[in-house]
């Protein structure tokens, strides 16, 4: 079994958009594919793909192909990338799993994609535990263990109700949209629904679980829903909802593990789905099942992305539309009232059903309205279903449903969408995929049948089968296509006409004809009634229907005859019945040629497969040349016809186009041969033909089935079922045929009880028009008749056709009434071919004596009280058992070929007396008398004696075929007057039987009449498709006889026109001899109560049988016989022998006395056929499964083979078998090659018998030999053997496969010699127990597992080399060894270790948690162990296993020194879910002897062994903790408690229970004293208090001691990892290391170990080990012990002993089997009396969580959003803050407001001071508290830490408005802003983690429990409109003390005192934060300036301008009129200043 485990990927380019991906993985070419998960980064499958292999090893060249893929999309646009794994690694080390992380995957180019895959492979030979088939996707669950796991039922069949429960566990919630919120989240799981309790903000924490138990069906729990929604309980009804989450059971039924472990749920609006996501909520879901194991679910890490496991609902959305247009076929009406006569009148028929039509899918069903009654009604409907894709549910459930309620069922049919659809990745890269798609085109309706009786004979009922088949119901015609989108809300709709008339013109119509030759019929029901065999295709052939014409679907009536030997059979021999029925269907020729083709291809290339499988070497090349070829030759033909396929429907053009890729893409491989080699084709080959065989499939047929039915008289008792494309005619060749057309096959017909048939016939189906040459196919010669019985009664001595007496004048052989000879005419188209003859049915006149060798003739002498009171001859002196008249004894002649063994005897035995006479008393003188007695009274009046005679046939008579022969010869007249006087058939009552020669009493006689006809002209199709419907010429006398009938008042129906008989004659018959060689029978059910059986096999072929031997007392009999059956007569090709062989049938029954005997099993054989019997090869013996009433009844040895008796005598130089014992034994060279073996068997004791057993004894049954133990005297007392070991030498074959099982026989010692059986048990698989005797130098160990790797001394000769290499290797590199730190150092690390150490330091280091543990190394700490495979322990070291200590691998299920076989009651196999009523401990040896009696035996292996009597032990029981355990409690909690029991002492007490938890952590040790084996089973069980009792029980585990304790594993007490002689982690152990290592040498069988003087070297197993091969140095640790006590410990290490451990063990509950209730880890020491007192306890006290305070200051807020409006209209806000722990809402608290703040700024400088009590292991915050006042008990909450921050505007008159919030959690603290400006939140959307900050990387986090105080500006945020907005930024200071930190800096609250640590100043806040009456100019400054200073500013710029400009305005008219009156004014003076400026 190799199995691939597909983890992850990872995608860098996901958009989260898309079809989803899935991983395909090839090997050997089978592909298999995960299921398809939405595109995200990092997908998560979790999901295992297996390969069973069988016997084909893995090779070192094997490579596995992984491709990742878009759903639905073709190669190369939907590939992602593709990687091939190579598995060399696996084969050459199978036990170590391999697995590979971010595997890079690449494109066709060969470059990386950037995509990557995790995975890991395993790898389990064949014949290892765990190689078992598993499904091809799924978690494969561990083997159970006993009695730790309790048995568990076994899966019921597919449909049936089983127990399951569906667990929902609500884990927290992560940006929920609102602003101050308390959500609340409500489950519905089916019609039941369950709350959370409220919490407080965005990001909530719950940890809660809801359970809810289902008693469905898997279909019915798939259809169940579960809804959650989150809710705002502050809100008001119409706006509570937050966001819902919708999916079904199915949905998680069908994940991986079955099980959605810590996903993300997006939230959505119930009605405005696209708005987006509302927030997150992390659940677990999972659904358990009865007798499946829950998986693990591992809590992912703490930075784990959102998006990284995130569950959206289905990416893509369809509506499937299903048109309903009409049905066809319907069944007729049947009566209300079965059990009355029908009240139809005279001719009548019974009306047709008012029918409608139910569709369910995916829980969802909708019915078609009601039409009235009608064999064809139309309803023209359609249906919308909503889809997903990919699609969860496979299967569309239709049904006809009848009455106007339309309850009852008429009929069902189902549609699979894997077949009407396709993904396409399954099939082949590139192969296009398609939606789901049908028709139009008809669906056939089937129902099944059962028993009705209760009818009259007069008016049997059409079935009276009891679930023997189905019948045909009709047929639908239907639609179904998908579109991509949602539905619009119509659940239904009318179907236009346009559609209606564009389907009608798709479905034309064409005739069909179905021919089948009965060749032979065996094993019939014996009886004196007739049997027949009808045909039927639909409805067409059907006798009791009316609808159709009628057709010679019936063969003629036969008796059935016995063989000789057991069975009947039908005597057809050389003529053989023909039927023949003409149907009218659509032509589907073209999808019935592509299907045909398809599974024509798939069979050769499975022969060659199966070929090349099992070849090697050149043999392989040729093969797989001819593999290639004729591959090649099958696409090539399959081509050509495909491409020429019409396709009148989708579904047609979409499988024709995925077939036609694939072919081609096959064909273009299949021409290139291999070129690594032929070693390659066959995974290559099987990769084809997986991929073929899923395209050949055709559901669009629409011709149903073919029936055939067994008629017996007019009572259907047996059918059988052909699908039609199997036995359809092609003209495309022989290619296009299918499998059995024109075929001989065996069917096997099935009825109730024992009734049923095995038929040998041929069957052809086609189109009429091509039947023309079926007649040449025949093989025989093909006649047609007309028959017609002519009945005549003696009346006064003289025949005539008077009085008959309700008899018809002339009838069919049954007596109905039919047409006078002489009114019979030939169909239409035919003509007479000859007179009338009188031909007797010879085959119904065989009487009871026909191939029986010995016959016992009896005849009853009769006489009558005379008046004198004296006895004299009666009036009938001579009658049979029933009172008709016989001849007298001395005129009875013995017939021809017989002779008499001994002369006429009265019989003298039965209630008779002295001279054979009883007597009797008659009512009337001439009747016999009612009843018969012994002893003679005066009163009687009759008496009579039984006369016996035997008779023989003589020796030298021709055989019973001759003489059937010879009686069936055809000895009729060619006229009807010369034989009218021989050929009547006599009988002595009409329905009686009939016979050639006359006898007295016969008043009744009749004869037949035949008349061949044949076509009046050469027809062009077969013969017997010409005979449909009644003849076509008319009488007239017909058309008045029924007028004449109804005046005389006849109520009988007018006879009908008799139906042709077709025969098909054979002229000489084929002679073959068939050999059965039966070795013998394996695990036999005995009958009802029986203990054992007298088995019997019979076996049947064609028409005879033989029976073996019968072997009493035993139920593995060894028969060894051969059966020989001479010249068996089989008609027909020899050929046809050859292809299709007749089946043998075998039957075992018990014979424990007279008659038939009681069936046990049955099994169907086919021989090998050799036509050529010098090519003879002799067969091979084979495992036949034999078949029982209740199932699987045992296995069969055998072998047969059909050997061909032609003319030339080659037969008789074939040797006749040996005869041995007076029979024929199976010859060498076939049978099993036997050696004599010594079995060992060490009986231990028996346990947990129950029914008062006191004194019993055991005996073992193996190959014919038994071994019996004495008797234990007091099973009270020690339930041990005396002795234990025992030695039984037997013969038993080499071979394993032919091996018989032990048997177990339990027998109670009671008084007067009864010795009841109390229990068995059957041992199979004894390859486990087989090993080789001990060698010379090797001792006798009690245990030498036949794995050398298992055992202790494999174990020491292997440690040394790898300890030493290992040494070596260190050394040549110059690697030396660390240097060890000071002694003063190390005693300081030491010491710290030693004061903080404790066993939950240990524990938590082992889980990897390092904040958890206070231990600062790991060497001595547990190690997790996942038990992946027998190496995973290896190292040594403590560990904690997530199973049972019994369920690790490496330790054998601590059964090595004895198994526990499970005993259950006698009689026939265990049923499932059976169990046990006690155990047999003990074990077996299986080894060779030699041959020789001169070479002396080995040794003994059981013969050193440890004493069986009974032993005190105390016993410490270490419960630490439970998880995963279902709520009992109303509020989804419970309050369990730890009850442990070991035999009659209980431990526990009722008020030492942990309240309202489902993790509870006991921290428990119970010490308790028991006496072993008496009271070995140790039951801890959790039980939930309650305040009355009694308490319901949660779960119990139990521990079989003594398994622990007897185990060289030593399991009593685990080994720590160092040796410490005092501190925490001393020794406990009642043996210090040195006698431990003694201990386990002498119980082993071992020499003792030597230590040096020193104690640093030690001798054992001739092996020296040193203690520096360990230890490099001096210890490190305190306490370390000396060194002789460390070496000893270390070597026990290397023994692989069990270690210091922690177990999980499941816990189940008895109301419950099966489902797992919870786990708990524990473990269990055991210290027997014997060996001393016991070392220290361990104390496991739980942990006290510690006392936190957390101060937080505020300082300074800023950008807080401005919530009010002041008078003059500024914005501003009156801030302030509050504060509280999560849980802890009762301590909030605030600060002081800031009021007035215009900019959001706001100084506080407030302190916060929280105290807390917080549980470091597992950094929650533990908060016990009542919820209610009428609460008894606190529930201790435990929630992490996590600080929530508020900004609030104060308002006066109205409520506060929130601004923002601000959560902080402590353990994962983001980092702080050391800057305002710097603290701002990144874009909207779905985050990477719960806290959004702006930049490229993810910010770093912190916890504040390590670094104590943090300070810095936090973002506070607030939801608008679905988004979250940065709404203000806080400056805080965080710090964590502990309790005594606080106590000795003391804090208060606010400011108060003491204000230190540190010291708080009055806040300094802005001066216009003060009323603005008290300084109106800062008032103003404030308000008015630094509002509008803009504004100011503009206004004064603009009046400065303005003034400036109305100045120029104002001098602009001066300063122009200057200018005009003197314009050089200017001049003049500037030319004065220049002068005067000059001297």
């Known amino acids: 079994m190799l199995r691939l485990l597909v983890a992850s990927a990872h995608i860098p380019g996901a958009t989260g958009s898309g079809p989803g991906v899935h991983v395909s993985a090839r090997f050997r070419g089978v592909p298999r594919s995960t299921r398809v998960v939405p595109e995200e980064r990092s997908p998560t499958w979790n999901e295992t793909l297996a390969w069973p292999l069988g016997t084909r090893p893995l090779r070192p060249t094997a490579s596995l192909t992984l491709r990742l893929r878009h759903w639905g999309q073709p190669a190369p646009r939907g590939d992602l990338g593709a990687a091939t794994v190579s598995l060399d690694q696996l084969v050459a080390d199978p036990g170590l799993p391999l697995a590979l992380s971010h595997v890079p995957l690449l494109d066709p180019r060969g470059q990386p994609t950037g995509c990557t895959v995790t995975l890991r492979c395993s790898y389990v030979p064949h014949g290892v535990a765990g190689d078992a088939a598993v499904p091809l996707q799924g978690r494969v669950p561990p083997p159970a263990v006993s009695p730790g796991t309790p048995h568990r039922p076994a899966k019921p069949l597919e449909g049936m109700k089983e127990d399951f429960q569906v667990r929902v566990r609500i884990i927290e919630g992560h940006q929920l949209q609102g602003n101050d919120i308390k959500p609340v989240v409500t489950v519905l799981i089916g019609q039941h629904r369950f709350r959370t309790r409220i919490r407080v903000g965005n990001n909530p924490y719950y940890n809660e679980v809801f359970c809810q138990n289902f008693h469905r069906t898997p279909a019915q729990l798939a259809a169940e829903p579960i809804r959650i929604q989150v809710l705002d309980s502050r809100a008001t009804r119409a706006e509570a909802v937050i966001g819902v989450f919708q999916l079904d059971v199915g949905t998680v039924y069908r994940a991986p593990g079955r099980s959605l472990s810590w996903k993300w749920l997006s939230l959505q609006h119930p009605h405005r789905p696209d708005a987006g996501s509302r927030g997150y909520l992390r659940v677990s879901l999972a659904v358990l099942r009865a007798g499946e194991p829950v998986p693990e679910q591992e809590e992912p890490a703490e930075d784990e992305d959102v998006e990284a496991n995130l569950l959206r609902p289905p990416p893509c959305a369809a509506t499937l539309q299903l048109r309903v247009y009409r049905a066809e076929d319907l069944p007729q009406a049947e009566a209300a009232r079965p059990c009355l006569p029908s009240v139809l009148p005279p001719g009548g028929k019974r009306g047709f059903v008012a029918a409608a039509v139910r569709v369910s899918f995916a829980g969802r069903t909708l019915c078609t309205r009601v039409m009235p009654p009608d064999a064809n009604p139309a309803w023209n409907e359609v249906f919308f279903f909503p889809l997903r894709l990919p699609p969860i549910c496979d299967e569309i459930q239709l049904a006809i449903l009848s009455g106007s309620r339309s309850t009852k069922v008429l009929g069902t049919a189902t549609l699979h969408l894997s077949q009407i659809s396709s993904a396409g990745a399954e099939l082949e890269e590139g192969t296009p995929g398609f939606l789901p798609c049908f028709g139009p085109s008809f669906l056939p309706f089937y129902a099944p049948i059962f028993f009705l009786g209760g009818h009259p004979p007069s008016h049997p009922p059409p079935f009276i089968l009891q679930d023997i088949g189905v019948a045909y119901r009709g047929r639908v015609l239907l639609e179904l296509s998908t579109h991509m989108g949602t539905p619009d809300g119509r659940q239904r709709d009318t179907i236009t006409p346009e559609d209606i008339a564009r389907v009608q013109r798709h479905l034309p119509r064409r005739r069909f004809g179905l021919c089948g030759v009965f060749y032979s019929a065996t094993m019939v029901p014996a009886g004196p009634q007739l049997l027949r065999f009808e045909l039927s295709l639909g409805n067409y052939g059907d006798k009791d229907d009316v609808t159709c014409k009628p057709a010679p679907s019936v063969t003629p009536h036969a008796c059935p005859l016995f063989d000789g030997n057991r069975y009947h059979y039908l005597p057809w021999y050389g003529d053989k019945p023909v039927v023949a029925v003409t149907s009218s269907w659509e032509d589907a020729g073209h999808r019935w040629d592509a299907l045909n083709l398809l599974r024509a291809m798939c069979r050769?290339?499975?022969?060659?497969?199966?070929?090349?499988?099992?070849?090697?070497?050149?043999?392989?090349?040729?093969?797989?040349?001819?593999?290639l070829r004729q591959l090649a030759q099958d696409c090539g033909r399959a081509l050509p016809r495909l491409e020429a396929q019409p396709t009148p429907t989708p579904l047609d053009a979409h499988l024709r186009a995925a077939r036609l890729h694939l072919l081609r893409r096959v064909a273009a491989a299949a021409a290139v041969p291999p070129r690594a080699g032929w070693d390659t084709l066959l995974p290559v080959a099987e990769g084809w033909l997986g991929r073929v065989a899923t395209l050949a499939v055709e559901p669009q047929a629409g011709v149903p089935d073919v029936l055939l039915w067994l008629l017996r008289g007019e009572r259907r008792v047996a059918c059988a079922r052909v699908p039609a494309p199997d036995l359809m005619f092609s003209r495309s060749g022989p290619g296009a045929c299918g499998r059995l057309c024109g075929r001989i096959q065996t069917l096997f017909l099935v009825g109730s009880g024992d009734t049923g048939a095995q038929l040998r016939l041929r069957l052809w189906l086609g189109r009429v028009a091509d039947s023309g040459d079926l007649p040449r196919h025949l093989e025989g010669t093909l006649r047609v008749y007309a028959e017609t019985y002519e009945n005549q009664t003696k009346l006064l001595g003289k025949w005539g056709p008077r009085g008959l007496l309700g008899r018809p004048g002339f009838s069919d052989s049954a007596g109905k009434a039919?047409?006078?000879?002489?009114?019979?005419?030939?169909?239409?188209?035919?003509?007479?071919?000859?007179?009338?003859?009188?031909?007797?049915?010879?085959?119904?006149?065989?009487?009871?004596?026909?191939?029986?060798?010995?016959?016992?003739?009896?005849?009853?002498?009769?006489?009558?009280?005379?008046?004198?009171?004296?006895?004299?001859?009666?009036?009938?002196?001579?009658?049979?058992?029933?009172?008709?008249?016989?001849?007298?004894?001395?005129?009875?002649?013995?017939?021809?070929?017989?002779?008499?063994?001994?002369?006429?005897?009265?019989?003298?035995?039965?209630?008779?007396?002295?001279?054979?006479?009883?007597?009797?008393?008659?009512?009337a003188p001439d009747s016999p008398p009612p009843a018969w007695h012994a002893a003679e009274k005066t009163y009687h009046t009759h008496r009579r004696r039984r006369w016996l005679r035997t008779r023989r046939r003589d020796p030298g008579a021709q055989g019973r075929e001759q003489d059937v022969a010879?009686?069936?010869?055809?000895?009729?007249?060619?006229?009807?007057?010369?034989?009218?006087?021989?050929?009547?058939?006599?009988?002595?009552?009409?329905?009686?039987?009939?016979?050639?020669?006359?006898?007295?009493?016969?008043?009744?006689?009749?004869?037949?009449?035949?008349?061949?006809?044949?076509?009046?002209?050469?027809?062009?199709?077969?013969?017997?498709?010409?005979?449909?419907?009644?003849?076509?010429?008319?009488?007239?006398?017909?058309?008045?006889?029924?007028?004449?009938?109804?005046a005389r008042g006849s109520s009988r129906p007018p006879p009908q026109q008799p139906v042709p008989l077709i025969l098909c004659t054979f002229q000489q018959p084929n002679f073959f001899q068939l050999r059965c060689y039966i070795f013998q029978a394996l695990e036999l059910a005995p009958r009802g109560t029986k203990a054992t059986a007298d088995p019997v096999a019979h076996v049947s072929f064609v028409y005879v049988s033989q029976s073996t031997r019968v072997l009493p007392g035993t139920l593995d009999p060894l028969w060894d016989q051969t059966l020989l059956f001479h010249r068996v007569l089989l008609y027909g090709d020899p050929r046809g022998v050859r292809d299709e062989p007749p089946a043998v049938v075998v039957e075992v029954f018990d014979q424990d006395g007279g008659g038939a005997g009681?069936?046990?099993?049955?099994?169907?054989?086919?021989?090998?056929?050799?036509?050529?019997?010098?090519?003879?090869?002799p067969p091979r013996l084979r495992r036949y499964p034999l078949g029982g009433p209740g199932g699987l009844a045992g296995e069969l040895l055998a072998a047969f083979e059909l050997l061909h008796d032609a003319e030339d005598g080659a037969l008789a130089q074939v040797s006749t078998p040996p005869w041995r014992q007076g029979v024929f034994s199976v010859p060498l060279g076939i049978r099993p090659l036997l050696r004599l073996v010594a079995l060992e068997v060490l009986a231990w004791g028996l346990r947990g018998l129950r029914g008062g057993v006191r004194a019993p004894s055991l005996e073992v049954q193996c190959g014919g030999r038994t071994l019996r133990t004495p008797t234990i005297a007091d099973l009270a007392a020690n339930p041990n053997f005396p002795i234990n070991a025992?030695?039984?030498t037997l013969h038993l074959p080499a071979e394993e496969e032919y091996v018989p099982p032990i048997r177990l026989r339990v027998l109670d010692t009671r008084g007067f010699g009864y010795r009841p059986e109390v229990g068995q048990a059957c041992v199979r698989s004894l390859g486990q127990f087989c090993c080789q005797p001990p060698g010379e130098g090797q001792p006798p160990g009690p245990r030498t597992p036949p794995s050398g790797s298992a055992a202790p001394w494999g174990r020491i000769a292997q440690i040394l080399p790898r300890i030493t290499a290992e040494k070596g290797a260190a050394e040549h590199q110059g690697h030396p060894s660390p240097p060890h730190p000071a002694p003063r150092q190390a005693a300081e690390e030491e010491e710290e270790d030693e004061d903080e150490d404790d066993w939950w330091s240990k524990f938590y280091a082992a889980v990897g948690d390092k904040g958890k543990s206070r231990r600062g190394t790991s060497r001595d700490r547990l190690k997790v162990s996942q038990n992946l495979g027998p190496g995973a322990g290896d190292k040594g070291g403590d560990e904690i296993y997530s199973c049972e200590l019994e369920a690790v691998p490496e330790f054998e299920g601590l059964q090595d020194f004895c198994q526990t076989f499970p005993l259950y009651q006698p009689g026939g196999h265990p049923a499932a879910g059976e169990d046990p009523v006690g155990e047999f401990k003990g074990l077996f040896h299986i080894y060779p002897l030699p041959e020789d009696p001169g070479v002396p035996p080995p040794p003994r292996r059981f013969q050193q062994l440890p004493p069986s009597q009974p032993q005190k032990c105390l016993v410490r029981v270490y419960v630490v903790r439970a998880f995963d355990l279902p709520p009992r409690d109303r509020n989804g909690l419970c309050d369990p408690y730890v009850r442990v029991s070991?035999?009659?002492?209980?431990?526990?007490?009722?008020?030492?229970?942990?309240?309202?938890?489902?993790?509870?952590?006991?921290?428990?040790?119970?010490e308790v004293t028991g006496t072993i084996p008496l009271e070995k089973d140790l039951r801890v069980s959790l039980l939930d208090y309650d305040l009355l009792p009694p308490d319901q029980e949660i779960g119990t585990t139990t521990i079989d001691l003594e398994n622990r304790l007897l185990s060289r594993f030593r399991a009593h007490c685990g080994l720590p990892t160092l040796y410490h002689t005092a501190g925490p982690g001393r020794w406990r152990d009642q043996l210090p290391p040195s006698r431990a290592l003694e201990h386990f040498a002498r119980v082993g069988g071992l020499p003792a170990p030597e230590f040096s003087a020193e104690g640093t070297a030690v001798t054992f197993g001739d092996r020296t080990f040193l203690l520096s091969h360990f230890e490099r140095g001096p210890p490190a640790h305190r306490h370390p012990g000396v060194p002789r006590e460390r070496l000893a410990l270390h070597v026990l290490h290397a023994c692989h002993l069990v270690p210091e451990h922690l177990e999980t063990r499941t816990l189940y509950n008895s109301t419950q089997p099966g489902l797992e209730q919870g786990k708990v880890q524990m473990w269990v020491d055991i210290f027997p009396a014997s060996l001393g007192p016991p070392g220290p306890p361990v104390d496991i006290t739980p942990r006290k969580p510690q006392r936190y305070e957390l101060r937080c200051v505020v300082w300074n807020t800023r950008d807080v959003d401005l919530g009010d409006i002041n008078l003059v209209g500024q914005r501003m806000s009156d801030i302030y803050v509050t504060g509280w722990l999560e849980g802890l809402e009762e301590q909030r608290q605030r600060t002081d407001v800031h009021y007035r703040s215009l900019r959001g700024d706001g100084g506080f400088n407030w302190r916060f001071v929280f105290s807390f009590e917080y549980l470091a292991a597992e950094q929650l915050c533990v908060l016990p508290r009542k919820e209610h006042f009428w609460s008894l008990d606190e529930t201790v909450l435990k929630v992490p830490p996590k600080l929530i921050l508020q900004v609030w505007d104060n308002d006066k008159f109205s409520a506060d408005d929130f601004l923002g919030v601000l959560e902080l959690e402590l353990t994962r603290l983001p980092q702080p802003a050391q800057h305002p400006q710097t603290c701002t939140p990144t874009s909207q959307g779905t985050p990477k983690n719960p806290w959004p900050w702006r930049g490229a990387r993810v910010p770093s986090r912190l916890s504040l429990f390590r670094q104590k105080r943090v300070r810095g500006w936090w973002p506070c945020t607030v939801q608008e409109g679905g988004k979250r907005r940065l709404s203000g930024k806080l400056e805080l200071t965080l710090e964590l003390l502990t309790a005594k930190e606080a106590e000795e800096r003391p804090a208060g609250k606010g400011r108060e005192d003491p204000n230190m640590y540190p010291t708080l100043p009055a806040p300094v806040r802005p001066e216009w934060s003060f009323l603005w009456l008290q300084a109106p100019l800062r008032g103003l400054r404030y308000g008015i300036w630094r509002q509008h200073r803009c504004r100011i500013s503009l206004g004064l710029a603009l009046v400065l301008l303005l003034a400036l400009l109305l100045a120029f305005v104002y001098a602009t008219p001066g300063y122009l009129a200057m200018k005009l009156v003197n314009p050089l004014e200017s001049l003049h003076l500037a030319g004065g200043e220049r002068r005067a400026a000059k001297p």
Not at 876 to 885: E, I, L, M, Q, Y
Not at 1016 to 1045: H, K, N, S
Not at 1546 to 1554: A, F
């Open 604 to 627: 050769r290339l499975e022969r060659n497969v199966t070929e090349l499988r099992g070849t090697r070497g050149d043999a392989a090349g040729d093969i797989g040349r001819r593999l």
């Open 818 to 923: 039919g047409l006078p000879r002489h009114r019979i005419q030939p169909p239409k188209g035919w003509r007479w071919d000859g007179p009338w003859t009188v031909e007797p049915q010879r085959r119904l006149l065989l009487d009871t004596e026909t191939n029986v060798g010995e016959v016992l003739e009896e005849v009853y002498e009769n006489q009558s009280r005379r008046l004198g009171g004296e006895w004299g001859p009666a009036a009938v002196a001579s009658t049979d058992a029933s009172g008709v008249a016989v001849p007298p004894k001395e005129e009875v002649a013995c017939p021809q070929g017989w002779h008499v063994t001994d002369g006429w005897r009265v019989d003298v035995t039965g209630a008779v007396d002295e001279a054979g006479w009883e007597y009797g008393a008659s009512a």
């Open 966 to 1046: 010879a009686f069936l010869r055809l000895v009729g007249a060619h006229s009807p007057e010369a034989a009218a006087a021989e050929a009547w058939e006599y009988g002595s009552l009409w329905g009686s039987r009939f016979h050639l020669q006359p006898r007295a009493g016969d008043v009744c006689r009749r004869r037949c009449w035949h008349r061949r006809m044949v076509p009046a002209q050469p027809p062009p199709v077969a013969p017997p498709f010409l005979l449909e419907g009644a003849p076509g010429a008319e009488d007239p006398a017909e058309e008045a006889e029924p007028a004449e009938r109804q």
């Open 1158 to 1177: 009681g069936l046990l099993g049955r099994s169907v054989c086919t021989p090998d056929v050799w036509l050529d019997v010098g090519g003879r090869q």
């Open 1286 to 1288: 025992f030695l039984l």
């Open 1542 to 1566: 070991l035999g009659t002492k209980t431990l526990g007490q009722r008020d030492q229970y942990v309240p309202n938890t489902l993790e509870p952590v006991f921290g428990r040790l119970f």
